[in-house]
Nanobody, 122 residues
């Protein structure tokens, strides 16, 4: 059983910073890519940033220049450092994993964390 556990988030003022982390745990053999999505009230879920197992990074337009994705040495933990936050960054942020393979050989095309709320407000 593989799980994604997010932490971080909370309330920040406009122009402030917050950090998120997501740890994948369980009987993991490999994860093809991990990343972050967000969903604001009344809006569709959108990609924030992603990183492949090989280290390639992609950012959504809203994140470019302000957010930084990184990972831990075990490659099963990812982080999102968010700087210069704006009220429009307010959303539930979801950790996302692509092609998760367990030691038992089971494979899931994708997995989602439970989400963590980020609120940017003065």
């Amino acid at each position: 059983q593989v799980q994604l556990a997010e932490s971080g988030g909370g309330l920040a003022p406009p122009g402030g910073s917050l950090g998120l982390s997501c740890a994948a745990s369980g009987n993991i053999y490999s994860i093809n890519a991990m990343g972050w999505y967000r969903q604001a009230p009344g809006k569709e879920r959108e990609r924030v940033a992603g990183m492949t197992s090989g280290g390639s990074i992609v950012y959504g337009d809203a994140a470019k220049g302000r957010f930084t994705i990184s990972r831990g040495s075990d490659k099963n933990t990812i982080y999102l450092q968010m700087n210069n936050l704006k009220p429009e960054d307010t959303a539930v942020y979801y950790c996302h994993a692509v092609r998760v393979v367990t030691m038992d050989g089971d494979s899931s095309p994708e997995m989602w964390g439970q989400g963590t709320l980020v609120t940017v407000s003065s």
